[in-house]
Every structure is written in C-alpha cells, then in structure tokens.
C-alpha cells in the first residue's frame, strides 16, 4: 500500500469540507434528528407506561449511536466514489498511479473519520440530553463499534460495485443499501420478534450479534463470547466478499467502458 | 522502479489493438508507435477511435486484443508503475469544481508523488500563465481557464509520456495558440513523447512530428502532415480529414499505408 497515495485521496475529500463547511451539516443533523426522535419517544413512552420499559430507552439510543457507526462508514466508502461521478472527476482519479487496494485504503479512512464525528457527536448529546453514557458499553464499545465499521465498509463496497455495474442511475443505492437491511439487523428489536424466515436472514448479518449483544451488555453487564467471534467470522467474511466483488466488477468496468461512460453521463 | 528504456526504443508500442463492444469494433487491429521525444498526431472524425485507445493507453479500457507497451513494459501488468511516469488531459474530463485551484494540484501532486510539490504547482501555472488563479474555486473558471488547469495537472510529474485528448477544443485561438506553443516547448525541454488528438487541423499540421490517421477503427495512413496531404492528393490536411469524414458508411477505399510505401 503507497500512504502518500492514500493520504492524497483522504485529503482530496476532507479539502471539501474546508471549501464549503456547510457540508459538515449533513454529517450532524440526520443522527441528531433520530437521537432527539428517537429519545424522546422513548423518554415520553417512559413516563406514561408501567413495567419494565424504563430499561428500554437506554436500548434504543444505544441502537441509534451504533446504527450510526454502521451508516457512517458505508457512507464513507460509497459517497467517496459519488464525489468524483458528480464532478466528472472519475477518469482522471482511475488514470493516476492509484491501486484499487489504495482506493479503498482511502475509503475506509473516510469511513472512519465520519463514523467518528457522528458517534462523538451523538455520544455527547445522549449523556447531555438522556444521561445515557456509551461508556455503560463498557469494554464492549470497541469490538462492537470495530464490527459495525468494518460491516459498514463491506456493505460500502457492495454498493459502490452495484453503482459502477449499473451506472449513475443506480446512485441512490448509495442510501439506500444500509437501510435494506435495518429491519432484519435487530437493531431496535430482538431477533426473536422477527418471523422465521426474516430470522434466518437476520443471523446471517454480522451487525445483528451487535446489537443483540448491545441489550445484553445493557441489562446484564456482559455479552456471549461466541456471539461476538461470530459476528466478527461473518464480518470477515463479508468483507472478503464485498472486496472480490468490488475488483471483479471493477475489471468488468475497464473491460465494457462503465469508467468512460460515467466521465460522459 | 523498472529500469529507464533505452532511447531508441519506443516509448508507446500498441501492437493489433482491437477494442469491440459487442459486434461493434471501436478500434480494430491498430498498431502504432510513438518515440522518445515525439509529437505524434491521432486524427480521425468522432467515432473514428481515438479516445478508445487513449482510454486504453490510460488502462482505463481492457483491449479486446492486442498488446500495449509504454516505456518497454506491457501496460496489463505493470499499469501503476506506467502511470506514474505518464499523464494526460482530456477536454472530456474535469478537475474537481468544488475545490480551489491549489487544492486540485495538491492533491493530484501527491498523488504522482510530485517532490517539491509547492514550488511545481507554480512552475506549471506560471508556464500556463494561470498563476493569479491559484486561490480561485475550480468552478469558477472559464472554459479556457480550465483547460490549461487541467494541462497543469498533466504536467505536475514531469511526464515521460503525455497523452492530449483535444487541448484545445473550446478555446478561442489566442488560447489555443498559447497552448500549442506550452506542448511544444514541454517537449523541447524535457524530451516527453506526446501523443495529440485534435479535430483542429491547424494544431496538428504546426506541432505534429508524424500522424495516425484513424477511420472507423483502423489506422488509414501513417506519415508526417506532408506526407499524409500529398498521399491523398489534397491541399491542405484539413480536406483529406473533410474527406475521408464524408466516406461515411461506406468502407474507404484507400489502403492503410505508412509514409515511404509509396
């Protein structure tokens, strides 16, 4: 891997945001809306039903924040490649001495970073707002936050591999990607509440272990140990996955022209 | 690193290129060559392919068949290595519009790892006279303006090899002849070969050593301006280009030949 390479393609991203700070809102303002929805549901639902739903609302921001790692990082990756489509840079990004291997380098880099804003973001305004305090994760936190990365940067790739196959039509996979699998990632509920068949889906996908060992975590302290190597095997797998498709379809691209057409769309 | 080639050999080496979509050849067996130091003219009417094999000499199109060779190594293989010693600009491409002129170089000189990299970003807008630019957002400039940004970028590392897809197609002729003379004298300094197309006869006609003239997908005559407009029996190469254009459909009867098949 060439650094300086992938340090150049960091840094190409990042001068976007000193050009228009502007930019800087979309990072905050769609986890802020879902923190405040989310918790102040929860918080009113708290208040106005008897039982055990006190525990609950620690549940769902916890959900929210992790979400958002998961989100954050696919973004990272898909809209790295998006950029350069919208501003008809693509050909001369392609025709640099840049290996796919230090491409994506530079999209998970981005990946991070914006995870990073938004979790820090979110994790302050919970503790502000719920006193919800993501430290209550414990040592849980980095394993949990690493899984959802690196499932974030997979599903990335799938959507950036499907965007080049199909073509500037096909951008809003970008978006969209993530959220075809929210229903069966138990991110707010239990895979148990799932019917069978949405069930199996659910245990194929690394995020879920996640976030049913997030509500482990928060109402007994600890997690499954053979969850957690299973969601990071599943991830590996993903990831493994996502990255022989991204490169076939990335030769299929240079040998039907996809790169050229897109320069010209 | 891979050892310089020797002078003598080509610096670009396309041996039977053929690119097909489909039933469709874009480029059909061509093979030419370009040497240290030269100025080579691709010609051919839209669709004759010439971004095709620009885009294939760039890797960012596989060839159907056929081999490339760039600085004496097989581009499929070693195309990172290659690159890094090439460039190009395209009228076809942009540099990022959101970002200002200084970022744009920076980041594409780190990219080729250009070293000293502040004072090349002002040796290359200097020489295309754009350095009050420099804090200017891309998107801003004027069609013109643009261009020679985007020449600049092609010239931050100093390329052995530089690949110019229509430099001055959009620009009025003040511009285009300030450009012409940045190509010529970049080859008189530092001995780049350049490989040029242009739909403007008079760029290729005053900066050109020799030319490949391409029709639907195949290389029509190699051979210097001169040689190319009495081959044709013609007055001026802009008539054999009109000429060979208005051939349309209909296969042209001249035969590929090179200069001194004669």
């Known amino acids: 891997?060439?650094?300086?390479?992938?340090?150049?393609?960091?840094?190409?991203?990042?001068?976007?945001?000193?050009?228009?700070?502007?930019?800087?809102?979309?990072?905050?303002?769609?986890?802020?809306?879902?923190?405040?929805?989310?918790?102040?549901?929860?918080?009113?639902?708290?208040?106005?039903?008897?039982?055990?739903?006190?525990?609950?609302?620690?549940?769902?921001?916890?959900?929210?924040?992790?979400?958002?790692?998961?989100?954050?990082?696919?973004?990272?990756?898909?809209?790295?490649?998006?950029?350069?489509?919208?501003?008809?840079?693509?050909?001369?990004?392609?025709?640099?001495?840049?290996?796919?291997?230090?491409?994506?380098?530079?999209?998970?880099?981005?990946?991070?970073?914006?995870?990073?804003?938004?979790?820090?973001?979110?994790?302050?305004?919970?503790?502000?707002?719920?006193?919800?305090?993501?430290?209550?994760?414990?040592?849980?936190?980095?394993?949990?936050?690493?899984?959802?990365?690196?499932?974030?940067?997979?599903?990335?790739?799938?959507?950036?591999?499907?965007?080049?196959?199909?073509?500037?039509?096909?951008?809003?996979?970008?978006?969209?990607?993530?959220?075809?699998?929210?229903?069966?990632?138990?991110?707010?509920?239990?895979?148990?509440?799932?019917?069978?068949?949405?069930?199996?889906?659910?245990?194929?996908?690394p995020c879920s272990y996640v976030f049913e060992g997030m509500r482990e975590v928060l109402r007994s302290g600890s997690v499954s140990t053979r969850d957690l190597l299973l969601a990071t095997g599943l991830n590996l797998v993903y990831l493994a996955a996502a990255g022989v498709l991204f490169v076939r379809v990335m030769r299929t691209a240079r040998r039907k022209g996809l790169l050229t057409k897109f320069a010209t769309q | 690193m891979f050892a310089a080639f020797a002078m003598s050999d080509s610096v670009l080496l396309a041996r039977d290129l053929t690119k097909r979509f489909g039933d469709f050849a874009a480029v059909n067996g061509v093979s030419f060559e370009i040497r240290p130091g030269e100025i080579l003219g691709l010609l051919g009417a839209n669709g004759a392919g010439k971004t095709t094999a620009i885009n294939m000499m760039l890797g960012l199109l596989l060839p159907t068949s056929g081999t490339i060779e760039i600085f004496g190594r097989d581009l499929a293989k070693h195309r990172v290595e290659i690159l890094r010693r090439m460039n190009f600009c395209s009228t076809y491409t942009n540099l990022p519009g959101n970002l200002y002129v200084w970022q744009v170089l920076t980041v594409f000189g780190r990219l080729y790892e250009v070293p000293d990299l502040k004072r090349r970003i002002d040796e290359v807008l200097g020489l295309l006279e754009i350095g009050h630019l420099k804090k200017r957002v891309t998107g801003h400039l004027s069609a013109g303006e643009s261009t020679r940004l985007n020449l600049c970028k092609a010239l931050l590392n100093r390329p052995e090899l530089l690949l110019l897809d229509e430099p001055t197609a959009s620009l009025d002729p003040d511009i285009a002849d300030k450009v012409r003379k940045v190509v010529s004298r970049v080859r008189e300094e530092s001995g780049a070969a350049i490989l040029y197309t242009s739909h403007n006869m008079r760029d290729v006609e005053e900066i050109c050593d020799r030319v490949v003239f391409l029709h639907r997908g195949k290389v029509l005559f190699t051979g210097t301006p001169a040689e190319i407009v009495r081959h044709f029996e013609e007055d001026s190469l802009e008539n054999v280009f009109i000429r060979v254009a208005r051939s349309g459909d209909v296969e042209f009867t001249g035969e590929t030949r090179k200069a001194g098949d004669e």
Not at chain 1, 172 to 186: C, D, E, G, K, N
Request: aromatic fraction near 18%.
């Open chain 1, 1 to 205: 891997m060439n650094f300086r390479v992938i340090q150049a393609l960091v840094m190409r991203y990042l001068y976007l945001y000193t050009r228009a700070p502007v930019r800087g809102i979309e990072l905050v303002f769609w986890p802020m809306v879902n923190l405040l929805v989310w918790g102040y549901l929860t918080q009113y639902l708290q208040k106005n039903m008897a039982g055990d739903f006190p525990g609950q609302i620690t549940y769902l921001i916890g959900a929210v924040i992790l979400w958002d790692v998961l989100f954050r990082a696919q973004q990272g990756v898909a809209i790295f490649f998006l950029e350069d489509v919208w501003t008809r840079n693509l050909l001369n990004v392609f025709a640099a001495p840049v290996t796919t291997r230090d491409y994506l380098a530079a999209t998970y880099t981005i990946g991070l970073l914006r995870a990073l804003v938004t979790t820090t973001l979110l994790g302050v305004l919970s503790w502000v707002l719920y006193s919800f305090n993501v430290f209550s994760l414990h040592g849980y936190l980095l394993p949990f936050a690493l899984n959802l990365l690196v499932f974030g940067w997979a599903l990335g790739m799938i959507s950036t591999a499907l965007i080049v196959r199909w073509g500037p039509a096909a951008e809003t996979l970008a978006w969209a990607v993530p959220f075809f699998i929210q229903p069966f990632a138990a991110v707010f509920f239990p895979m148990s509440e799932l019917p069978a068949v949405f069930r199996a889906f659910s245990m194929a996908l």
